[in-house]
T-cell receptor, first 112, second 111 residues
Framework: GQQLNQSPQSMFIQEGEDVSMNCTSS?????WLWYKQDPGEGPVLLIA?????ELTSNGRLTAQFGITRKDSFLNISASIPSDVGIYFC????????????FGAGTTVTVRA | GAGVSQSPRYKVAKRGQDVALRCDPI?????LFWYQQALGQGPEFLTY????????KSGLPSDRFFAERPEGSVSTLKIQRTQQEDSAVYLC?????????FGPGTRLLVL
């Protein structure tokens, strides 16, 4: 089962809004990653975080690796319609861990 | 450049039928992963190859699941005697060093 807890489970956005989602775990993670998955496609890497406290941006996306190594958040600023999709947090438990553990995802939908 | 490709994209199988799912990784990528994604869930690790060696198969749910990568490139995930609970999207990912690049997945429906 999933070790990473994502919230919210789903959210509605209006174009131009800033949105935020987060991910927590009872385990310490060595790396945190944020992926986006569009319908019928595989996950695509958005941001990778390697150090506790690290804050990284990729265009309108900003993510942080929590100090405790047990949480991370992803912010999207000035959302646009193509931001809809499912966002997953993922991580490696240790530096030698090759497999990814994923959260259950946050589904982002445009508010009509 | 070409990404990870998977075939077939969709597969409908009758319960009890054997299926084979193919993954073509990015050329030169040493590592190859299979994940299973149930509806409404995140991907879950199945197995990992480094070149042709299967180094971890701890995530395979039963002995009906078998994966191979005989020449260190293309990989096949085989499911024998499929059951309804095997219905899921099967994702393949490859990596050179750390970043895993995912294919589009094979959506398997077992009736």
């Amino acid at each position: 089962g999933q070790q990473l807890n994502q919230s919210p489970q789903s959210m509605f956005i209006q174009e131009g809004e800033d949105v935020s989602m987060n991910c927590t775990s009872s385990s310490i993670f060595n790396t945190w990653l944020w992926y986006k998955q569009d319908p019928g496609e595989g996950p695509v890497l958005l941001i990778a975080l390697y150090k506790a406290g690290e804050l990284t941006s990729n265009g309108r996306l900003t993510a942080q690796f929590g100090i405790t190594r047990k949480d991370s958040f992803l912010n999207i600023s000035a959302s646009i319609p193509s931001d809809v999709g499912i966002y997953f947090c993922a991580g490696h438990l240790t530096s030698n861990d090759y497999k990814l553990s994923f959260g259950a995802g946050t589904t982002v939908t445009v508010r009509a | 450049g070409a990404g990870v490709s998977q075939s077939p994209r969709y597969k409908v199988a009758k319960r009890g039928q054997d299926v084979a799912l193919r993954c073509d990784p990015i050329s030169g990528h040493v590592s190859l992963f299979w994940y299973q994604q149930a509806l409404g869930q995140g991907p879950e690790f199945l197995t990992y190859f480094q070149n042709e060696a299967q180094l971890d198969k701890s995530g395979l749910p039963s002995d009906r699941f078998f994966a191979e990568r005989p020449e260190g490139s293309v990989s096949t995930l085989k499911i024998q005697r499929t059951q309804q609970e095997d219905s899921a999207v099967y994702l393949c990912a490859s990596s050179l060093i750390e970043t895993q690049y995912f294919g589009p997945g094979t959506r398997l429906l077992v009736l």
